[in-house]
């Protein structure tokens, strides 16, 4: 009795094709997740955040309650005599200790009004911030906002904070790309 050899062959190599094809077109797709490309930003944007909550903006000994003055210092650029854990005289980046190709935006928001910035008030650094609106900002008022535009950016990284500023609660919200 002979066997089939060519048609056993012909099913064989054509099943073998078949395999290779599926492994070469779904196994990259596969691995794609496990690339490792921009894994810096995330822990990046969350070292910013936690800096800022905990240590340039707030205290060690009470984490996530911003000091008023140091905030308002800030977001304002102003060199004050406050005791405040940053140097205004350098740039946001180098306050941040960010790379220069790194562009950052740091604002304070109040997440349960859409993401309204909070602002306070130019004349007096010690007023309570208030949630910006059209009946409670006016036009001289000051944003609790630092940095480069970010809806120009591509892809972005954002880190969130709830602290607390006055008697306000809100969220630190860090964007990096």
């Known amino acids: ?18 395999v290779l094809l ?7 797709g596969i691995l794609e997740p496990f690339e490792i490309q921009g894994e810096e930003e995330p822990a990046l944007s969350d070292r910013v955040a936690e800096t800022l909550a905990a240590d340039q903006l707030g205290s060690p000994q009470t984490p996530n309650v911003l000091d008023r003055q140091c905030t308002v210092a800030f977001f ?8 405040c854990s940053f140097d205004n005289s350098e740039s946001l980046r180098e306050r941040l200790d960010l790379r220069a190709y790194h562009q950052v935006n740091v604002s304070i928001v109040n997440s349960t009004a859409g993401n309204a910035p909070y602002c306070w008030t130019s004349s007096s650094s010690t007023d ?4 910006a609106n059209e009946s409670a900002c006016d036009s001289g008022d000051d944003f609790f906002e630092a940095g480069d535009d970010p809806s120009s950016a591509g892809t972005t990284i954002t880190a969130r ?14 964007v990096i790309w």
Request: glycine residues 4%.
């Open 22 to 28: 599926f492994t070469f077109t779904f196994v990259p």
């Open 1 to 18: 009795m002979r066997a089939q050899t060519t048609l056993d062959f012909a099913i064989g190599i054509a099943i073998f094709i078949a």
């Open 128 to 131: 309570e911030p208030h949630v």
């Open 76 to 83: 304002n650029d102003s060199v004050d005599d406050f005791p």
């Open 161 to 174: 904070r709830t602290v607390r500023i006055g008697a306000e609660t809100a969220t630190l919200r860090v």
